[in-house]
Every structure is written in C-alpha cells, then in structure tokens.
C-alpha cells in the first residue's frame, strides 16, 4: 500500500467512492435490481460473474487482462442487490463497476485527482430529492440544476433526483414545463420533497406543437392554444365552436345552428381561391380529413367545402369533454413541418390523459334549453294580403280573373294569421349531457376512461325523435419500463352518433311561408293539402313533409394512437407514433307515399337513398430525437418521417318499390334497388421530416425546420417538393441592459419566422383522366355504360405558401400584463386553380396550376391582464384582435383568363361586383341603377361597377374571468366588423314583394315603405307581381353585418370543502352556462354569424342561444 | 465470456432501432406508396379503349344520360327540347300557376343574357347542371381520341363505335345550329383550344355534319345490334344507331340546306328498308320497339318510361306549376282538321273539378310509371318524318304527284281523305301543316320548321303577344350562355341579347 496518513486514505476512500458514484453509477440507481442470493469460496472474479449472469439477467462486459491483479473472494450473501454484491466482490480490488442498462463493465480503477477536493477545502457531497406539484403528484423530467453551474439533472419516473459531487450547502434551481421554477438551498444531502406549483403565468402554460410541446415563453412560432377548462365552459358540440372569438388569426363560423351541421374554418385568411382553404386537423398525432365526402343524400347538413362537395365537418364526430387542449398552429415555423399540408395552418387537439395518484372518479352531467335567438319581423296577414292586392293593382291584373293563380287569395281562408317562426322553429331544443372518467395509476402505469352521452333534440316543430344522440368512449393508457427508458402510450376515441333530422330545413318556411298559408294538419292529424275545387293541392310546400321525409345520420367515429419510445442513450430516443381513423357512416333518406300529395301519388314510387361513407386512415410516425448541451445553449435535434394512407368511399343506393311506407327503412323492402353516386379516394402520402432547436441561455432560441413531401394527388413528375422554415426569437428581457433600465419589463421576446409550406387540397385523382359508372336503375341495353369523370390534367403542383411573421411579446409587472402583436404576411403563389372553362370544352372546370399570388396581411394583437389578484378574488382579462387583408397580387393575363370579370387585382380574391343601387325612380316606382345606358336595364359586366368586401375588416373578442372564493364567472364578448347579405332588408330574397310562389311569399316588414303614386319617394320599388331581376346584383343586397356576441358565459360554485367532506366527495362544483345569449348588431336577416340568406335553399337554422345547468362531482 | 461478444450484444440493440428508423426513411425513398392506382368506380382513359365492352360503355353512357335517369335531360323531360321548344313555338301554353322564371322565359319568348344569374335559353348549349349538347360533343371527341389510338379493339366494334360517334356528333350540332346559329366547331377534348374558340359560319357546320353522317353511313352496321354490339338474335331494341340513322339525319339535313335531291334519295333509301320500318297504327307508334322507330332511347330509370310521359301528362287534377306546367296551346288544337285521329289518339284531356275547364295534353307516351320494363322508349328519329322529308324534297323539286303520294301516306294513318292540294306552293304549306300536327311535341320540329318555313314572323308575331310578350326578330336565335361569353373572349352574342 502507499504511504498515506490513515485520515487521509480515508477521506480517499471516501472520495473515490463518491467520484465513483458520480461518474458510474448514473443511471444505477433507477434499475429495479433482482435481488441474488450467492455463496462463494475464494473463487475467482470471472466465476463469481459467471454465476451472477445465471441469477440475473444481466452480462458483464470486461476486458480479461484486469484480472490480472484481482484476488479471490469469499462472502455469503442473501438477498442482496446487484450493486451490494458487486460492492462486496470489488472490495479491495482494483476495480470498479459500471451498470448501464444490463451490462455491466468492469473496469480498472481511476486514481483520485487530489486537487479536487483539496483546492476546495470543502466536501463533496450527493444530494437526493424528489419533486412534487403541488398535490404531492411526482413531477417526472423536472430539471434539477445547480445554481452557477451547468451540473444538473432531471426526476426519473417517481420525480426522484440524485445529484453526486456538489457543494455542500448549494442552491438548486427546479423547473419544469408548465410550473414556475423555484431555487430551494439544500442543506445537508436530503433535499426533501421540493414543491413547485403550477404556473399561473400564461407564459408558461405548455403548447402543444408539431411533434413536441413548447412554451409561449420560449416559442418562436406563431401559435395559440385553448385548454379543456375553457372548452368545458362552452355547451357547443363541434370542439372548432369553442374557439369563436378566442384565438387571433382564426375565424370560425357556424353555417347553421343544426346539430351536426357544417363549420368554415380560416386561419390567418384565405390562401387558395378556390381550392381547400381548411386547416389540417390532427387529434393526438392522427390527421383527420378536413372535409368530409358526400354521400350524395346529406344536403341537409350544409357545404363541408369544395373538394368534395360534402357535407358536414368531422370534428362533429370527436366528444368535446375528452379534449384536454386544443393548439392552432398558424405561421411558417410552427407549420412547415407539415410541409404540404400546412399551408392552411395547422389545428392540434389532444385528448386527456391519466394522472398517476389515486383513482378519480369524475361525474359531470349538464342539462339545458336551446332557443332561436331573434325572430325577423315578417307582414302579417293583413299586411300581407294588402301587398298581394296592391301588386295586383299596380299590374293592371283581375285577381278574381279564373286564368290568374292566387291559391293565397282565392283557396286560402285570408282570415288566418300564423306566425310561423314560433309555429315552426319557436321550440326548445333539449340537452342532456353525461359524463363519467375514471383515472388514476402510479409512475408506472397510468390510466383514464371516459364515457360521454350527449342528446340534443331541435327547435323544429317536430317529435321529439328528431335529435342528435351522441355516445362516447375515451381511454388513454401510459406506461413506462421502470428505467424510464422505454415508454407507451395507447389512446383511444370512439364514438357513435345518431342524428336524426327532416330533409330540409325549416327555416325558410318560417320566414317565408304565407301569414294565410293553411293549418298544418287536417282534423284526424294527417297533412293538409288543402286541395282545390280540381284536386290539385294548394299547399304542396307544407313543411310537415319534413316529418316523414327525414334525414337519418349514424356515424361512428374510431381514432387511436399509440406511441412508444425508447431512450436509447442520454438524450437521443427513438419513437414511434401510429395512428388508426376509421370512420363510417350510414345514412338514410326515405320519401314515403305520405309526404307526396296525393294527386301525384299515382304517378310516384316510393324512393328512399341509402347512403353509406367510410373513411379510413393510418398514418405511422417513426421519429428520431436528440438533445445535449452545446456550450451555453441546447440543442434539439428531431428527424422522422410520415407514412399515411387514407381511403375514402361514400356513396348511396336507393330503392323504390316498396309495398308501403313502413317497410321503407328496410332496402330489402325495395322491389328494385339501384345505384346512386359513388365516391371513391384514395390518398397516400410520404415524407421525411427535420427540426434542430438552438436555444442559448433562454435567450437567443433560433428553430429550423424542414420537410420533403411526396402526395399521390399529383401527377408522377411532380410529386415530391421541399419544404421549410427558419423561427428565431430574441428574449431581450433577460438581457442586463434591459433588466436595468426597465424593470417595469417583466418579460420581453421578439421574434419572427419565415418559411414556405403548401397545400395538396385539391382532392384525388386530379390528374388522371378517368371514366366513371354512370348509374342507371335499368341498365341501358342490360349492359353497364361509362361517362367521363372530367378534365385531366397530369402536370398539377403543389400550391405553396411563403410565410413571414413577425411578433413582439411584452410582459409588465411581473407578467400580470401581457402583450403580443404580430405582423404577418403570406403569400400564396402557383394557385391550384379549377380554371373555369366555357362549356363548349365539355367540363366547366379544368384544374391546374396559375402563377397568380394571393397575400393575406394581417394584425395580431392580444392583451392578457391579471387585474386584480388577492388571496379570494382574482379578476383576470384577455383581448385580441385581428386585422386581416386579403389581396390578389399578381395574375398573368387576368384580363383575358376566364377569373376576368371574378377578380380584380390587388382587391380581395372575395370580392364581388354589384351594380350600383340609385334608388326607387318617383315616376315609375321602379328601382333604378347606374349604368351607361339604362338605368332601369344595366348591363353585364359593364355596369357591375361597385366592389363589395365580404372579407371582415376586424374581429376578435374580450374575455373576462372573475372568481371570489368558490365562485367563478367567466364571459367572452365576440365582435366582428364586416360586410354581408342582408336579403331582408328590402324583399325576402326568393321572391319579390307582390308576387306569390307557394311557401315563399311573406316579406319582411321592411316592404312596407314601397313606391305607391308618382311622386313617392320611397326605399322599395312598387309591389308587382312580376320579378325584378337586377335588384339581386345590386349593392342594395348587402349591408352591415357586424356584431358584437355575448358569446359565451358561466358562473359555476365550488362547493366549500368542509360541506362535501361530509358527503365523502373530493370536490363538487355546480354551474350554469350560456352560448350565443345576445347579440348587438344592425343586421335585419335572422344572424350576421351564418348570414342566413334567403336565397332559394339555402337559407339555414342560426347558432341557437343555449342555457344549460350542470354539476361536477369528484369521488 | 468474450469481449467482442459483449461489444456486439451492448451494440445490437442500437443497431436494431436505427435500423428501424432507417427502414421507415428507406420506406420515403420508394415512389410506390404513391402510386395508388385508379379508383375502383372508375376505369383509366388508358385502359377503357383497351377492351370491347369498356370502349362500348362509353357510347353507351351517352345514351343512357340522353335519356335522363329519372329527371330530365335537354333530350327529355322538364327542360328537354320538345318542352322547351314547343313553349317557343305555338305548341305549347304554360300553366298560369307556374312560377318558374326559365319556363316563362321560353313561352313568352323572352330569353334573355344578363347576366349569371339571369340567364335564359342556353339550356341546349349548357345544359342545367353541365349536360349541355357541348358535353355530348366532348364525350365524341374524347371517343374519337381514344378509338383512334386503341389497336386491341374487335375491328367490327371499333368500326361500329366510331360510326357512332360520327352520327352522334352530328345529331348534336344539327340542334346547336339550329338553336344557336354560327355556333363553335370543336373537334378535340384540347381544353387549351376550345376555350378560346370562336364561332364557326353554319354552312361549315353543315359540312362537317354532312361529312360526319356520310362516314356514319359507311362506319354503321345496317341491322340493330344488342349491347355487345352483336345482331340480335331474337326481337331488335331500336336504341343504337344504325346505317339507317345515319341517312334518316342526312335526309333532314340535306332538306334544312335545300338540297332537295339529296333530301329524296337519302329518304328514299330509308322508307324502301321495308323489311326494318313501317308504319304502325298511332296508338302504337311509340311504344319501345315500334316499326316505326329508327332510333329510340330506352329509358334507364327504374319503373319509370319516358321523361316526356311524366313532363306532359296531365294528373286528374289539371295542370299545376310543378311537374305538370303545360298544357297544348289553342292555335294547335284548332289546327287539327275534323276527323284527325292524331286528335283522338295522340291527345288527351282532363276536366278537374268544377268542371269549368278542359286541358289537354300531349298523348303520344300514354305511361309514366311502369313496374316491369318500360313499355314506351323515347323516339328520336321515325319513319313518318322521312315520308314528310320525301314529299316536301318532292314538292319542291315540282314532283306533284310524288308529293301526294308521301304526304297521303301519313294522312291515310291518321284517317284522313288524301290531300287537295295539288300544286308546289300549296303543297309546301300542307307538308308544313302536316308537320305542325304529326310531329308535335318532338324535338322542336315545329320551332324549327316556322323558321325554315320563313313563317315565323308572321306566325310568332301574333302568337307571341297571346302568350305576354312581344315578338322580335331576333328571338330566333336562343342566346349564347353569359359564362361563356365571358370566359371566351372570341365568342359573340347573338344579336339581340
């Protein structure tokens, strides 16, 4: 042995150990060791090795020439583990272990480096611990970080830390996503359960992003989430109608307020001018199709978009309550990852997860009422008849006369008033919601289950069958090997939806339908007809048809995803993500005997459509991630690649033949069945993807991304193209100059990002040139016949969007005031146009690839304040506001393209041209328009002189939050500037004041100040029972439709604990809630949300005021 | 245990993720997963003209959609031409209830081109919703293309298919020019030329539909054939053109261009097919495989016969302003001589309650719903035509006696005395009134026949202001859609639109 002082060899010993600890046995500690039992006499190291890796299993790793100064050992040992019997074994010798995974190296021992500890003159000491929230859950991958050092490490699994070799008496910085870090001074080596509470600080609220989380702190994209406790405020049953109002750069609109029914979605403008402007929607890794394929008998539900003329929007299908947060994605750097598919931004939802902590029981059930909003105010019978005899008058026309039809005159009892607004959509439309979880688990395995059951009957004057019933089944399973190296997690959502409606809408009934129109039902409750003295019904529009020809929806909607990782070593792991989405949908349409008047009865079949449409897709996500530090900073590496597959059918069958009206549900009913459209898509997609993440000391954080893609929506030549995007950001709070002279600036960040992405929204099978059954009931010579399916064109591109942004962030006061505003500016060029083509090339449309160049500039602002924060009352508010503006830049050779007299450049790409209203002419009472050559008949295109913006000129909204012990109040103002239809204002859009249509007469009360004498001055030309053509291309038709919404409200009450204490429950909070409860606006139409026009057919149910009562019981 | 051993094991496992990870790149490599193939409804342009029954199906998709599967197409039903046209002319009286802006258009003849959304008559050009005679013409052209190019094809089939094609878009343009006039002459599926093309003079468009029929004439098989374009083995169905299609379309068009030589022999040689035509008596003459037929279209929806059935036939109750909006006008009936059985037998009547007034309609398709096969197939071209085609090339050519003879034929089967009209002028006048009366309601021949006739001033300015609205010269022409016009910049309006 050396020479060496006793104490000092001791203190050797001591260090050695330690050192060895420090540099060995990192990752010994979190193996969950076997326990071995071994009985040895004086046997060499090999053996003694030998029969461990029998026991275990575990291998030894060493090399045969260190053996050479090894001495035999001799010890008997029981229950032991791994770590203390290779301590025993290496007792003396010159050797030392290392465990990493199932190997264990043997080595040669280090000599101590004296100077470490003697220049110090301090002890070296380890430090355990273990991180909490601040319920006592263990907070796994906190970073655990010596104060002025870059020594650290992160909580394994129980939020357990071990740090080996530091100071004694050293400080320790915790932090972790999503909590306010802390420093905490460790005396001693037992640091002890360290707490670290939520952050409060919106900064620090997780984002969820593409392939990662992030925060708004430490972001350099353009991205703004909503979480589950604001989604669950909201009684809406598509999770895109909870983001109304709350996120810059969104718009969503609500096309009707049917259950089921379609929504439009624009993030940050409209970058196509025709094609698919809807953002990708991914809900845990698993991209859902933006529009849904028709089935070809689903009109009801409104336009999905245009791709497939379809109807419907498939997040219908997902269950509000599973959703734990939902991110919008909207500039280059947040998006290009998606390379092809984020043109349009990109929508990230992500269901709930298990929380390790004993089991929770979760009851939530809500019930409530849902009502029309507003009602127009339509002539009433006097007032209608007056107009009818007055039109009549002005047109030199007998009524009386036999030849002239007048059935509201001449068959109808002109002594009946309805107001049938409250007759046919004055109900109550019923919700009830029900929803359970079950969730809980330990480190290792965590788990939640949930089962939602939704029904929501409508404000139709119809049974109470007529309801959308939704069941819902979520689970999430995560797991973990007790390393923490290998992890799963296995989500799943599944739900079955049955919405059962009339065929057509009843909207339009109630405004338009006759004030003298007939009762609904005759006497023995069948449908009124009311024939004439000939037998021809008089009142064939009656809309209890509805009742029977009903539309039927049942879907089912299955998404699910695993994915597993494994930490192959410190900071690089694999993963792999794999999605599954099957959704199917069966519909059915019948048009029985009954709902068919009965003059035609002898000449109609019954035909009812069986529609059907599958959707089903599976996408896998190998992915490769790396992180280490890099000097000052850390790097982030993340490489993968997308494989998807999505095959769409839809299409429908329909019978006729039945034998009555009963056996109709039945196809096998039919005596005939034939075939109706059939859709069929198929759409793979490849690509591999990068992002490397630089961020120095917080405070210069540069993010690069970059994507290559290959769309089987293209032609061979051009199927693949690159993608990316550079994002930095620049904390310049956390630069000392700053931190002097403005300590007001609590936070600071600017940042910007630029980068391109595209859009495959064109549909399938572009480019080939195809031929399509042509359906027949009776095949044309019993054989099969073929039509074209269109225009081929094999040369199509991707559409590609650059991106730029720049952002400012602000936070004052110790983040209680925080501010962003952002700039941005895309521009979208080599539009995927479906060229309009005359007719005489066959198809109208011809799709293919314009170098024309859409820009959508826009302002982002948005304002969170933390007004006022005591210890039992906070009062928190937020604001934004977007400023948007849409402009076509650049077309070649507009003038001679067939978007000639559609667009205009440097005008919005919606922009419409109307005629120029002058006014009611006093001489003749008709309307008068500019025009070069007639103002009673101007021409096309040369007179279309005024352009109209339908584009918003501002939206936002206004969220305030106040809570006061127990209570919480919570309320967001929705505010839209903008132009829109307005019908109503001046004749009811289907038909002109004076003239009669069955169903469609009444006129707003608006009419009322019409043209009657020479001389009049007056806002609406002469009652007639003749059209008008002009008046609907003129800018009378549209007018302000901007509203302020109050949007959404809630008060809800925890109950004080010591009350359900008693009751043994763990919390209980009983709330009301409200959606679209009252609007400010000067729009004359029913909403200026859906802009209900009346316009043959389209005219559409508004967004229904909700009030629904809940409770929520922990257990 | 070994070292290298050792080294290997702690190295396999990386080995085997990054070999997964690579294999799922590898994977981005492979163009295959792109290649998805043609859906499974449809078939690839490149293989539809490989096979028989593909390239068949072709054609026979355009008769099909002729016929309309259950609602109406330019050829039948609601906006078909025998509607539409017959509202124009004098045949038709739209019901007083009916609001529909298009119908009202076409009867008071007051179509008009505005704009867009007021934009009237170009129905036959366009179609409703893109079935226009335009999209017939594509699916020619796109025939033509495509046969040309195919080498696999039975040459029998091909030489029948292509003569389809041939006399199918010649039919289609004999009706563009004469709704339209001048109209395009497009010859190709290249959407490059045909968006920018202007409009051809007739006379050419004559020529090329001569040129079309005579190839037709030559390309046609001479017997009907089946689906598989196979002779029938036992009873024919008269739905695919034959040779004698062909020369039945040549003879009216030789007729509409004054070549009245030309318009008798092609006649001729139709009317001597004795052993395929004849004349059958009238309550017969369009039922499915009528004597008479030269071509039919056999209605493919279930339980449903022809289109026309249900667009002219009139429920108990009368007219109304849905389904049922026309009834025959009065100038129609009234020309009906005493005695006419046409009257009796291709006319009927409803008297609703209270009995106060008396509707008649067309009768010719005498069902709607059937519930085995149709029973009555939509006539396209027939054999009484081609007699009134002889008799008026006659007439004009001074054959007297040749003329009698022809129209007397078609006169005998309606019950009628033979005709007193013994010399050119007015025997042209009785051929035409024989037309007004034999071939109402078909395919606008009365329209065209008062314009070919140079009666439609006369006729039309004073039936038009009975009907509302005002007569000018230039409503002969149906305007030219507004979308198109504005689209292609070398197309023209017709005048007075």
């Keep these: 042995m050396y020479c060496i002082p006793r104490k000092i060899l001791f203190a050797m010993r ?47 790793f060493y090399d045969f020439e260190i053996f050479k100064d090894a001495k035999n050992v001799t010890f ?87 740090l080996l070799g530091v100071n004694d008496n050293t400080v320790l910085v915790i932090s972790f996503t999503g909590y306010t870090s802390r420093q905490y001074r460790v005396k001693g080596s037992d640091a002890g359960t ?221 002594t009946r008033y309805t107001d049938w607004q409250k007759e046919l959509i004055g109900g109550t439309a019923n919700y009830t919601s029900v929803n359970a979880s079950v969730s809980g688990g330990t480190n290792a395995v965590r788990y939640l289950v949930s089962a939602t059951y939704h029904k929501e009957t409508t404000v139709f004057l119809l049974p109470k069958d007529f309801a959308d019933q939704k069941g819902s089944v979520h689970f999430n399973l995560n797991t973990g090997s007790a390393n923490e190296k290998f992890r799963m997690q296995f989500s799943g959502d599944f739900m079955f939806d049955q919405n059962q409606l009339p065929k057509i809408d009843l909207t339009q009934a109630a405004l338009l339908q006759e004030p003298d129109a007939p009762a609904l039902y005759n006497a023995d409750g069948s449908i009124n007809w009311v024939p004439d003295a000939s037998g021809t019904s008089t009142y064939p529009n009656n809309p209890m048809i509805g009742m029977y020809a009903k539309y039927q929806n049942k879907t089912t909607n299955l998404i699910s995803n695993m994915i597993a990782s494994y930490k192959i070593l410190p900071g690089l792991e694999i993963s792999s993500s794999v999605g599954y989405n099957n959704m199917q949908t069966n519909d059915y349409s019948p048009s029985p005997l009954i709902a068919v008047r009965p003059e035609y009865r002898s000449k109609t079949q019954r035909v009812a459509g069986y529609g059907d449409r599958n959707i089903i897709s599976w996408i896998i996500e190998p992915q490769l991630s790396y992180a280490r530090k890099i000097g000052e900073g850390k790097v982030e590496i993340l490489i993968g690649s997308t494989l998807l597959d999505m095959k769409t059918n839809s299409g429908y069958l329909f019978g006729t033949g039945y034998l009555s009206d009963e056996m109709m549900e039945d196809i096998h009913a039919a005596s005939t069945v034939g075939s109706g459209v059939s859709f069929r898509g198929e759409y793979t997609y490849d690509a591999i993807f990068s992002r490397v993440n630089y961020n120095w000391m917080d405070k210069y954080i540069i993010n690069l991304t970059a994507r290559r893609d290959g769309s089987s929506r293209f032609g061979p030549a051009n199927q693949f193209h690159n993608f990316g995007a550079v994002g930095v950001a620049w904390l310049f709070s956390s630069e000392n100059f700053i931190k002097e002279k403005f300590d007001v600036l609590s936070f600071g960040k600017l940042k910007g990002s630029y980068g391109t992405t595209g859009s495959d929204q064109i549909g399938d099978y572009q480019f080939m040139s195809l031929y399509s059954l042509y359906p027949t009931g009776v095949p044309y010579q019993g054989t099969n016949s073929l039509i074209p399916a269109g225009l081929p064109n094999p040369y199509l591109q991707w559409e590609e969007t650059k991106k730029l942004q720049v952002g400012i962030d602000l936070g004052f006061l110790q983040n209680r005031i925080l501010v962003n505003v952002t700039f941005v500016k895309n521009r979208s060029s080599n539009q995927l146009l479906p060229y309009q083509l005359p007719t005489v090339a066959g198809f109208s449309t011809y799709l293919s690839n314009f170098p024309a160049t859409i820009q959508n500039k826009n302002w982002e602002f948005s304002f969170n304040s933390t007004n006022i924060k005591e210890r039992n009352f906070t009062w928190t508010s937020s604001f934004n506001l977007t400023i948007p503006q849409n402009k076509l830049v650049a077309f070649p050779n507009l003038s001679t393209s067939s978007y000639a007299n559609k667009l205009i450049i440097s005008q919005p790409i919606s922009i419409e041209r109307a005629l120029n209203f002058v006014g009611v002419d006093p001489t003749t009472g008709n309307y008068m328009f500019g025009s070069k050559i007639d103002p009673f008949n101007p021409t096309y295109p040369g007179d279309y002189t005024r352009l109209i913006n339908l584009d918003p000129k501002f939206y936002g909204g206004l969220q305030n939050n106040i809570t006061y012990k127990g209570f919480e109040l919570d309320f967001l103002f929705q505010f839209v500037k903008q132009i829109g239809y307005n019908d109503a204002l001046f004749w009811n859009g289907n038909r002109y004041p004076g003239n009669f249509y069955r169903g469609l007469s009444n006129q707003p009360v608006t009419v009322l100040d019409r043209w009657q004498k020479p001389g009049d001055n007056a806002s609406i030309k002469r009652f007639s029972t003749s059209p008008d053509p002009y008046v609907l291309e003129s800018d009378l038709r549209y007018s302000d439709a901007s509203y302020i919404r109050l949007k959404n409200a809630s008060i809800s009450w925890e109950l004080p604990s010591k009350w359900i204490s008693k009751a043994q429950f763990r919390n209980c909070r009983v709330y009301v809630q409200g959606q679209n409860l009252l609007t400010i606006t000067n729009y004359k139409g029913l909403d200026p949300e859906t802009q209900t026009i009346l316009t043959s057919n389209s005219s559409s149910l508004p967004p229904l005021c909700v009030w629904t009562v809940g409770i929520h019981v922990g257990l | 245990m070994h070292k290298i051993m050792l080294l290997r094991y702690e190295f396999h496992r990386i080995k085997v993720a990054l070999s997964m990870v690579l294999f799922s790149f590898g994977i981005f490599g492979c163009k295959k997963i792109l290649d998805i193939g043609a859906p499974v409804n449809t078939v690839n342009e490149e293989n539809v003209y490989k096979t028989d029954v ?90 033509f293309e495509g046969l040309g190019k195919s080498t696999t094809l039975t040459p029998a089939v091909k030489q029948q298919l292509l003569g389809e094609a041939k006399f199918l878009r010649a039919f289609f343009y004999f009706y563009l020019v004469n709704y339209f006039g001048d109209v395009p002459l497009t010859v190709t599926t290249d959407p490059s030329v045909n968006a920018v093309i202007s409009r051809t003079p007739k006379q050419q468009v004559y020529q090329q539909i001569i040129e079309d029929l005579k190839d037709a004439e030559n390309l046609l098989s001479p017997v009907f054939l089946d689906g598989s374009l196979s002779s029938y083995l036992s009873t024919a169905e008269r739905v695919r053109p034959t040779k004698w299609a062909a020369t039945a379309l040549l003879a009216r068009v030789y007729l509409y261009i004054g070549d009245f030589v030309r318009a008798e022999s092609e006649t ?97 398709y005498k069902a709607t719903i059937t519930s085995g096969e149709a029973t009555e197939y939509l006539m396209i071209l027939r054999l009484a035509e081609q007699y009134l085609i002889r008799a008026e090339a006659r007439a004009e050519q001074n054959n007297i006696s040749g003329a009698q003879a022809d129209l007397d034929v078609i006169r005998s089967r309606a019950g009628l005395a033979g005709t007193t009209a013994n010399d050119k002028i007015s025997l042209l006048a009785s051929v035409l009134h024989e037309r007004q009366v034999e071939l109402f309601t078909e395919f606008g021949h009365r329209w065209f026949d008062l314009k070919r006739a140079n009666t439609v001033e006369a006729v039309m300015g004073s039936v038009t202001p009975l009907k509302g609205g005002t007569w000018k010269t230039t409503d002969q022409l149906y305007p030219i859609p507004v979308s198109d016009i504005q689209m292609n910049p070398n197309l023209v309006q017709n005048l007075g639109y």
């Excluded at chain 1, 060895?20 to 060791?33: E, K």
């Excluded at chain 1, 009502?371 to 005899?389: A, K, S, V």
């Excluded at chain 2, 025959?328 to 309650?353: H, I, M």
Aim: hydrophobic share 40%; glycine share 10%.
């Design chain 1, 76 to 162: 008997d040992i029981k229950n032991a583990t791994l770590e203390e019997v290779l301590t025993i074994c290496l007792k003396d010798q010159p050797l030392d272990f290392k465990i990493v995974n199932t190997t264990i190296s043997i080595v040669k021992k280090k000599e101590p480096q004296p100077g470490l500890i003697l220049s110090n003159n301090l002890l070296l000491i380890d430090i355990h611990g273990r991180v909490t929230d601040s319920l006592g859950g263990p907070l796994t991958g906190a970073s655990v970080i010596v104060k002025g050092s870059h020594i650290g490490t992160s909580t394994d699994g129980n939020g357990d830390f071990k």
């Design chain 1, 14 to 60: 001591l260090t050695i150990f330690l050192l060895t600890a420090a540099f060995l046995h990192v990752s010994a500690g979190v193996l969950a060791q076997p326990k071995l039992s071994l009985t040895v006499k004086n046997e060499t190291l090999e053996k003694v090795f030998a029969m461990i890796e029998k026991q275990t299993s575990y291998t030894f």
């Design chain 1, 194 to 414: 360290i707490l670290l509470n939520k952050s409060i600080s919106p900064l620090d609220e997780v984002q969820i992003i593409a392939y990662g989380t992030t925060t708004r702190r430490l972001s350099t994209g353009n991205i703004s989430s909503v979480t589950a406790a604001v989604i669950e405020r909201q009684p809406v049953q598509n999770p895109l109608l909870a983001l109304q109002g709350r996120i810059p750069g969104l718009v969503v609109i609500q096309t009707s307020g049917i259950s089921g029914s379609s929504v439009k979605v624009r993030i940050q403008g409209q970058n196509s001018i025709l094609n698919g402007n809807d953002p990708l929607y991914i809900i845990d890794g698993v991209p859902v199709i933006s529009q849904l394929p028709r089935t070809g008998i689903d009109g009801i539900l409104g336009p999905s978009g245009p791709n497939y003329s379809g109807e419907g929007n498939p997040l219908n299908y997902m269950n509000i309550s599973d959703i734990e947060s939902i991110d919008i994605l909207k500039d280059a750097d947040a998006t290009a990852i998606y390379g092809s598919r984020g043109a349009n931004g990109v929508i990230l939802i992500t269901t709930k997860k298990g929380k390790a902590g004993p089991m929770h029981l979760d009851l939530n059930m809500q019930t409530g009422w849902g009502q029309m909003p507003r009602r127009l105010n339509m002539l009433n019978t006097r007032q209608y008849l007056d107009m009818r005899y007055e039109a009549f008058r002005n047109d030199g026309i007998n009524w009386t006369s036999p030849s002239v039809s007048a059935n509201d005159l001449k068959v109808w009892d002109t």
């Design chain 2, 54 to 143: 593909t390239a068949i199906a072709v054609l026979t998709g355009v008769y099909a959609e002729m016929g309309g599967g259950g609602s109406g197409t330019i050829f039948a039903g609601g906006i078909g031409m025998s509607l539409l046209s017959g509202l124009s002319a004098d045949e038709l009286t739209l019901y007083s209830g009916v609001g529909d802006n298009r119908l009202i258009a076409y009867y008071k003849n007051a179509l008009v081109a505005a704009s867009l959304l007021n934009n009237y008559g170009s129905e036959f050009w366009a179609g409703s919703g893109g079935s226009g005679l335009y999209y017939y013409i594509f699916i020619c052209n796109a025939a």
């Design chain 2, 268 to 364: 001729t040689a139709v009317i001597n097919q004795t052993s395929l035509f004849g004349l059958n008596i009238l309550n017969n003459a369009f039922l499915k495989n009528s004597s008479e037929a030269i071509w039919q279209i056999q209605p493919v929806a279930t339980g449903r016969n022809t289109e026309d059935a249900f667009t002219f036939i009139l429920p108990s109750s009368g007219p109304n302003g849905n389904l049922n909006q026309v009834v025959l006008s009065t100038q129609l009936l009234n020309s009906f001589e005493a005695g006419d059985l046409r009257k009796t037998n291709w006319v009927d009547s409803v008297t609703p309650p209270p009995g106060i007034t008396t509707y008649y309609f067309p009768y010719k």
